[in-house]
Every structure is written in C-alpha cells, then in structure tokens.
C-alpha cells in the first residue's frame, strides 16, 4: 500500500528552528508538496521537492531524500503566525497526477 | 486571478438526506479535486475531475459522487447521509497538463456539513 508518515504534533519556542519530517512509501516517486494549513483555513502551498537535496524560500526549507523516501521541512526565527498544521503530499510515479496525503503535523509555537 | 471559491461554506444537514456541494476553480484551470478532511484524518481523496472527465477516484462508497461542467466547474454529491459524512470538503484546481509534474493544487476555503 501507499502510506506517509508525519509526527502527529510539535511544540517549539518563538525564534527557535524546527525540523518537520515526512516518510513515504509509495508505488515510485513524482515529487513531494508541503502545504501550511492555519485552523478553520484551507491549505496553502509552501514547497515543491521532485530532486534530491534542499530548496530554500526564505525562512522555510525543503528536503528530499528519494533513496531513503524521506522529506523534511525545515522552519527557521519561527513566528506565532506558524502556529498550523503543515501536510506533506506525494505524488506517486503514473498516479495519474492523485496525491496521496500524510495526516499532517501540528505545529504549536509558545513565546 | 480570483481564487478557488465553494458554496456553501456551511452546512447542517440530517441523516438519510443529500447534499451537492459546488467548487469553482481558478479560471483556465482544468483540473478539479475533492477531499474529505476529519480531524487526525488528513486529506482523503475522494475524486478528481479533469475536462468533464474523472481522472482518478478514491476509495469512498458509491454515496459520493461528482462532475465537472464544460466551463470546469464541479460539484460532489453526497445521498444517504451518515453521521459520519460530518467533516470539511475541500476543492482544490490545478492546470491538470498532461506531462507535467508539478501541476500545484490551489484549495478553496472548505465547506463545512455538519450531519445531524
């Protein structure tokens, strides 16, 4: 079967970096999303890993690992407003552009 | 460009009636998709529309159903309502190109049916 994994919440402080990490096994590999989700908010695109290695977008970063089927989302000078849920998608080779979806990680920021 | 945009944003409904939700994709977008979303669920893929066209289906019963207009608009209908039916519906669109990888999902902001 398909399954993504992603811890189920996270605690950090104010201006601290946190790891968010993703683990897949799919059928094959057409690259990988993370999406931001504030509560009662739809999702919102953050990253778009299909290579190994790291994307970097500001104080938010993506990495790939496709040998090890694992990603991780990296949040630098975290801010209240990253207080979300952040979803991790993949999209599996010949899916016919389906994504399958982890059941997302909660982020929760304290001062 | 306007956004994703579903209708209605709320609704109560009670067991054993239907309901038909309805999403309008960012315009020039060809590909519709619809999620259930229940707290500690996830996204649960329920279909995807592409030029009038279902694409790809999820495993959900036969009580859920969809389709996509000529002009890329969708609606999703649900028969028979189930207490557990009570859960967020997202949209999402994309340009759905064949060939293309990438191909982001842009979401609308969810109904929200409450089944009673």
């Known amino acids: 079967g398909q399954n993504i994994d992603q811890p189920t919440e996270m605690t950090a402080t104010e201006g601290a970096i946190v790891q968010i990490n993703c683990t897949y096994q799919t059928s094959g590999f057409n690259g990988l999303f993370w999406y931001q989700q504030h509560a009662g908010e739809a999702p919102t695109f953050l990253s778009y890993?299909?290579l190994d290695g790291l994307e970097e977008k500001g104080r938010f970063s993506s990495f790939l690992s496709r040998s090890k089927g694992y990603s991780y989302l990296l949040l630098k000078e975290l801010q209240m407003k990253d207080s979300a849920s952040y979803l991790c998608?993949?999209?599996?080779?010949?899916?016919?552009?389906?994504?399958?979806w982890g059941a997302g990680t909660k982020l929760i920021i304290k001062p | 460009k306007a956004g994703v945009t579903q209708t209605p944003r709320y609704l109560i409904k009670t067991r054993g009636q239907q309901v038909t939700l309805s999403c309008s994709p960012i315009?020039?977008?060809?590909?519709v998709s619809w999620y259930q979303q229940t707290p500690g669920q996830g996204l649960q893929f329920l279909f995807e529309y592409f030029s009038e066209t279902q694409r790809n289906k999820g495993n959900f019963p036969g009580r859920f159903s969809g389709r996509q207009f000529s002009n890329s608009r969708s609606e999703m209908n649900v028969s028979t309502l189930e207490l557990g039916d009570s859960a967020l519906y997202l949209c999402?669109?994309?340009?759905?190109?064949?060939?293309?990888?990438?191909?982001?999902?842009?979401f609308g902001p969810g109904t929200r049916l409450t089944v009673l």
């Open positions: 999402a669109s994309s340009e759905g190109l064949a060939g293309g990888s990438y191909n982001e999902q842009f």
């Open positions: 998608a993949v999209r599996p080779r010949d899916s016919n552009y389906q994504l399958i």
């Open positions: 890993n299909v």
């Open positions: 315009s020039g977008h060809r590909s």
